[in-house]
């Protein structure tokens, strides 16, 4: 019994090392592109899109030299992240840069407006005669 645990612990262990490794592969420093898809998660300085095919976490570029020099996140990608909304749709020009840095950031489609669900709906009042 001990030695499946092992072998499974193994086996996830080098799954996980080849995703890390293929997903490493796939940008390399310097690397610019655009992403097309569904915002699906947001943070305070991040987002994650998803498309058909793949699905990416986004981050403002640093601008500056370190924080107590005035340095930081690039503030108009901090706003457009803000101003987000999960389900939108998005195409986000990117560099990859330890990571990858939305440079600009547009909604294609907004998400649909949800109306809440707590808020009974209005019923036609009798006409009392």
């Known amino acids: 019994m001990r030695e499946n645990r092992l072998i499974c612990r193994m086996m996830v262990a080098i799954m996980m ?3 890390a490794a293929a ?3 796939d940008h390399k ?9 569904t915002v699906t998660e947001k943070g305070d300085n991040w987002f994650r899109a998803k498309n ?3 699905s990416e976490r986004f981050m403002p570029q640093w601008h500056g030299g370190n924080p107590a020099d005035g340095g930081g996140l690039d503030k108009d990608i901090l706003a ?7 389900g939108d749709k998005v195409e986000v020009k990117w560099e990859y840069s330890e990571r990858l840095r939305a440079l600009e950031i547009t909604v294609t489609t907004p ?3 949800e109306t809440p669900k707590d808020t009974p709906k209005e ?7």
């Open 29 to 37: 420093e310097g690397d610019k592109g655009t992403f097309a898809g």
């Open 80 to 86: 457009q992240i803000k101003a987000l909304k999960v």
């Open 52 to 54: 058909e095919t793949a």
């Open 123 to 129: 019923t036609p009042k009798e006409n009392p005669q």
């Open 23 to 25: 997903y490493a592969a």
């Open 17 to 19: 090392a080849t995703a």
């Open 111 to 113: 998400a649909p407006k």
